[in-house]
Every structure is written in C-alpha cells, then in structure tokens.
C-alpha cells in the first residue's frame, strides 16, 4: 500500500480572500469556490484553505521558501507580496541573513530566499516547505510518500518526490512546545484501501488523533512529532 500527497491545507479566517493573496503570489490556479488552489508548475500538490475561527497565536510549524533568481527577482517577488497584502514580520533572522521573511495577511510565515542558495537551486520557485521537526518525522514522512531522504544531517532531513517540486525539510530539534492543533496539514490520498493505509503509517510510527473532527469519511493521525494531517477517503474525496 501507499499514498500521495495531495494538497497543504491551511486553516483561514476568510479563506477566499487568503487564498486571492497566494493565487497572485504564486501564479496558482484558483478551483472550485476559490478555496483550493491549483500549481503551474511541478509543485505536485494544491493548497486549500479551510474556515476556521481559531486565533493564530504562534508560528506556524511550516512555512514556504519561495526561490530567487537574482536580486531584482527577489526584490519583485517581495514588491509583489507587499502589494497583495503581506507584511514585512520579525521571527529573529539576523541581519546578516539575506533572506525576506514575510507574513501573508492572516499572518502565516513565508521566506523569499536570495539568489543562489544551493540547497533550493533546482526546486523551481516554491523551492521548499520547510518546518519545525526531528528527524524521526523526515524518516516517517519519507516512508510514507516514498519520497526518497535528499538530506540527512546533523539531526535536519529533507525529502523530495522523485518527480520534482519543493523539498519538504524538518530542521531538527528543539520543537516548540505544542499548544493546540496546527494551523497547516497534509491531506493525503491513500493508492489502494483506505483502512490498511492506515494500518501501515500506524506501523511507520502515526498516532491517532482527535481535532474534534467527529464522524467524517476521512481519518486524522499524527507524524512522530505529533504534527496532524488527514487520510482521505478515495471514495468520498473532499467536496463530495
């Protein structure tokens, strides 16, 4: 059994409107109601974004690391993220970094990388989603997409589809202490029978977990770090 990723979901307090911001900044393709949004590119997987009313008070454990042709392209993309509605934001990069770190309008994290950074060279624009995590939770994810380990050392890992698109990469401990459901989830989409899919990220080191989802189609585990994320139905995919 397997299963793939399907989009990045994002918890939103006016979700068309957040997802008009990502739409403009990443040249996606709205579907639907205009809550899902679809890659141009090799990216692999679309966002969503889904009501919600609960306050973001941390930062978010993943975020986008948006990539840079040169200096002007940097400073455009930046421009063009100001202009959409994001912010300049402190998370206490150094001022020596040359990276950009924003915040969308609800506040969720994303870096604008300077140009050549080596470790994103081939990713395409969005070049990574990169988050908080040990490495138990890169050895999981990577056994759960099989999407081979492209980096592993010093306790950070990263991962990326065989096909292309953003590395995924955890940066290793300390995590910040949990203090509620995360803002950001993957929805996955099991290649075979939802049950046994189950049964094998179970055995890979996923927990069960309660978000207060009651009865739906879709089952809600947790990775080694306790970050959640969603096994879909293949019988009743969202929307349905």
Known sequence: MSCHLVALCVDAHEPRALARFWAGLLDWEPAGDGTTLLPRDDTGFRLRFLPSREPKTTQNQMHFDLTSTSLDDQRTTVARALALGGRHIDIGQRPEEEHVVLADPEGNEFCV????NGFLADCGFVGALAGDGSPEAGYFWSAALGWPLVWDQDQETAIRSPHGGPKLTWGGPPLPPKTGKYRLHFDLMPDGDQRAEVDRLRSLGATPADIGQ???????LADPDGHEFCLLDPLTPPGA
């Open 214 to 220: 009651g009865e739906v189609s879709w089952v809600v």
């Open 113 to 116: 990388i300077e140009p050549g």
